[in-house]
């Protein structure tokens, strides 16, 4: 299959089939633009570019599947212009706003007394906002209901583990090595923890296999937490983008979604079966 697209566009294409038996593709297209300028377009090559560099290796930028509502995912770090132990970073674009709490690191210690203690927040400059800083110690690759259960056994076996250096700012509280983590972070969940639902019996897999259940729930596609999600609907072009903390010079940004649409259109040979 041959595509032909402008290069301001970066697309990824992925046949998909459905319960009806029918085969689809799902075609999607990047437009990259710079925050000080959104009428500034990357051509494809430098999209990618931007991608190998800002996603980290144990992070996955898209899925290339149907999603059921717009969403926003922000890739990045936390920048303070003076060493600092907290700080607050905010995004919004449109009716999405969030803001979240980065502290600096620190490790669980034993005391003789008290048992596990965190240690002092180290300070800090720059402190990538990923999973990995969210989780702490926390493995990424476990189901999100099993994360940091088994940090008292790894503890208890001498391995040093931080605690996590992000965390929602109206529900900043203290954590023991046995607490449930409740990680938040811009950027798009790990796959480990998405959940897929649907009835998957004996006659989904004789009668729909390889398709997707009937009943199964699209929106597992959506890599966004829950907060960073439209509501219903789609980007249109023209909402407003603030990012506050996360830029090197200490500055905020503002700036738009450009107003572009992506348009395919697709041509079919006809296959003939002898």
Not at 140 to 162: F, Q, T
Not at 183 to 206: E, I, N, R, Y
Request: aromatic share 10%; proline share 7%.
């Amino acid at each position: 299959m041959s595509i032909i697209k402008p290069q301001a566009f970066f697309v990824r294409s992925n046949p998909l089939q459905k319960v009806d038996s029918r085969r689809d593709l799902v075609v999607s297209a990047i437009v990259g633009f710079k925050l000080s300028d959104p009428h500034h377009f990357l051509t494809g090559s430098e999209i990618q570019d931007v991608l190998q560099k800002q996603i980290p290796e144990n992070e996955t930028f898209e899925t290339w599947m149907p999603k059921v509502r717009g969403e926003l995912l922000v890739w990045g770090s936390a920048f303070s212009a003076e060493p600092t132990t907290s700080m607050e970073v905010k995004i919004s674009c449109g009716p999405i706003s969030r803001t979240l709490l980065v502290k600096g690191t620190r490790s669980w210690e034993k005391s003789r007394v008290l048992g596990w203690l965190p240690t002092r927040f180290e300070s800090f400059t720059q402190m990538p906002l990923s999973w990995e800083k969210a989780v702490g110690g926390a493995e990424l690759s476990r189901p999100y209901d099993m994360l940091g259960s088994d940090i008292l056994e790894r503890l208890e076996n001498g391995e040093k583990i931080d605690l996590p250096s992000i965390e929602a700012v109206a529900s900043a509280k203290k954590l023991g090595p046995t607490d449930a983590l409740e990680p938040v972070c811009f950027s798009a969940m790990p796959l480990a923890w998405a959940k897929h639902t649907g009835t998957f019996d004996m006659k989904w897999f004789s009668q729909q296999f390889p398709a997707q259940p009937s009943d199964y729930d699209w929106e597992v596609w959506n890599r966004a937490q829950p907060e960073q999600r439209l509501v219903h609907g789609f980007w249109c072009g023209g909402e407003a983008i603030y990012i506050n903390g996360m830029m090197p010079n200490g500055s905020s940004v503002d700036s738009a979604i450009p107003k572009i649409n992506a348009r395919f259109f697709a041509h079919r040979k006809k296959i003939q079966v002898s």
